[in-house]
Every structure is written in C-alpha cells, then in structure tokens.
Nanobody, 115 residues
Framework: QVQLVESGGGLVQPGGSLRLSCAAS????????MRWYRQAPGKQRELVAS???????IYPDSVKGRFIISRDNALKTLYLQMNTLKPEDTAVYYC?????????WGQGIQVTVSS
C-alpha cells in the first residue's frame, strides 16, 4: 500500500499561483508514472497533468502553458505548479500513481480561485 499526502492548496485570486505537493511513502517512487487530477462540484474527475519515469509530461489544452508538473525522486514528491489561475480551476485536486490494480490516490486538496 502506498500513501500519498497532498499539500499546498487554498484560496487564491484569479491570476495568482499555487504549488501543490504530493509526498509518497513508496521507495519505488522513481519507477512510477504519476498524475494530477481534479474534480469540480457536479463534474467528472479530469486529468490535468501527467509525468512518467523519464519525465515526459502531458497536459490537456485547458491547463497547457499554465500548469507544470514535476517530480523529485530523491524527496519522493510530486509537484504541480499552477500559474495564471482562473475561477474554473476551482476543484479538489488529487495525486495518483501507478495503474490498474496498483493505482493509489491521495486524499485530495481544495483549490479555490476567487476574488
């Protein structure tokens, strides 16, 4: 079982920035593909960024150019730098590692973009 703990969320004004962190308990961290998802009220959970073990990244058009996913294998931590935030970025953000039966999720952290 892998434990993931997110931090760094909160309230920010439109145009502002936040950095989310996700600390993992696994010693196999460097081998995992990792992702950030978000879920807004009344909407389905959506992928906002992914990074694989060789640091290839993928973003949907909705966040491309504003969000940056990164990882620090030595610290076993995943990051999401979010810039130029918009009210529509308001959601609970989740980190996720692995796939299939070996997929693990954090507890989620609230990000609210509002003036």
């Amino acid at each position: 079982q892998v434990q993931l703990v997110e931090s760094g969320g909160g309230l920010v004004q439109p145009g502002g920035s936040l950095r989310l962190s996700c600390a993992a308990s696994t010693t196999l961290f460097s081998f995992y593909d990792m992702r950030w998802y978000r879920q807004a009220p009344g909407k389905q959970r959506e992928l906002v960024a992914s990074i694989n073990s060789v640091r290839t990244t993928i973003y949907p058009d909705s966040v491309k150019g504003r969000f940056i996913i990164s990882r620090d294998n030595a610290l076993k931590t995943l990051y999401l730098q979010m810039n130029t935030l918009k009210p529509e970025d308001t959601a609970v953000y989740y980190c996720n590692i692995g796939s299939g039966s070996a997929s693990f999720w954090g507890q989620g952290i609230q990000v609210t973009v509002s003036s």
